[in-house]
Nanobody, 127 residues
Framework: VQLVESGGDLVQPGGSLRLSCQFR????????IGWFRQAPGKKREGVSC???????SYADPVKGRFTITSDIDKGTVYLQMNNLKPEDTATYYC??????????????????????WGKGTQVTVSS
């Protein structure tokens, strides 16, 4: 099992980025995918998650700005981030687990010991 994030970059406030999480060794029918982020000196927090049937969930700070989608054939989950703010600056990680556990992490910021993680991609929002 492998998850690889990409797409992080330096962007100005108000800008957009699209992150990708390419996964191998399983399908979305086996595990759902969640996005999490961690800023320096802060705890890792939930961002969004998606299930094979298209169910999605978002943390309050990103609702209306971020959109999670999936391409099952490509084995990839995307996180479209619009209207980025300096407080979005963090390393973004994707993780795989069942949708119920991921949803608790995203909606209530109670993260579990998810079995599979990527190594992260850096997003910096600064002028």
């Amino acid at each position: 099992v492998q998850l690889v994030e990409s797409g992080g970059d330096l962007v100005q406030p108000g800008g957009s980025l699209r992150l990708s999480c390419q996964f191998r060794g399983f399908t979305l029918y086996d595990y759902a995918i969640g996005w999490f982020r961690q800023a320096p000196g802060k705890k890792r927090e939930g961002v969004s998650c998606i299930n094979y049937d298209g169910f999605t969930s978002y943390a309050d700070p990103v609702k209306g700005r971020f959109t999670i989608t999936s391409d099952i054939d490509k084995g990839t989950v995307y996180l479209q981030m619009n209207n980025l703010k300096p407080e979005d600056t963090a390393t973004y990680y994707c993780a795989a687990d069942n949708i119920h556990t991921l949803r608790i992490g995203v909606e209530h910021n109670i993260l579990d010991d998810y079995p599979y993680w990527g190594k992260g991609t850096q997003v910096t929002v600064s002028s």
